[in-house]
């Protein structure tokens, strides 16, 4: 008889058990607030729009600060305030610009126009009395 293999007797059982550990959830612990302070710095020095760059930056240094002294929930809100300052700064400085060349372009056609049609009306000659002697 062949004994070489192992028989079913001596298989080590497996155990059909689950693991019963809690799933723990945590729902408070989440990412903190961005602080947007580059944006601020980029407003401020490059496209500064009505001193908004300036604000979103304070509020950018106060939402780090608050972000440091582990007040999460002052944080998020200074960290909102200078988003929006930020995105209001910099739609003002591209739209902006985008207005103004808008105007400039229409103005010159509009006085290349006008430039046109008075070139006719200066350029008219009137006739004088010494055309005809001639």
């Not at 059909?16 to 408070?28: E, N």
């Not at 580059?38 to 401020?44: E, L, V």
């Not at 200078?82 to 372009?105: D, E, F, H, K």
């Amino acid at each position: 008889m062949d004994t070489s293999y192992p028989r079913e007797d001596y298989l080590p059982m497996t155990s059909h058990k689950r693991d019963l550990s809690p799933t723990v959830v945590t729902v408070g612990a989440s990412a903190p607030p961005r602080d947007h302070l580059i944006w601020s710095i980029f407003n401020t020095i490059y496209m500064n729009f009505c001193c908004l760059g300036f604000v979103a930056l304070a509020f950018s240094v106060k939402a780090r600060d608050r972000k440091v002294a582990g007040d999460v929930e002052a944080a998020r809100r200074f960290s909102s305030k200078a988003r929006c300052y930020n995105a209001l700064a910099t739609a003002g400085s591209v739209v902006l610009p985008l207005v103004l060349a808008a105007l400039v372009v229409t103005g010159v056609l509009h006085l290349s126009k006008l430039a046109q049609d008075s070139v006719g009306f200066f350029s008219y000659q009137f006739n004088t009395g010494d055309d005809e002697d001639k």
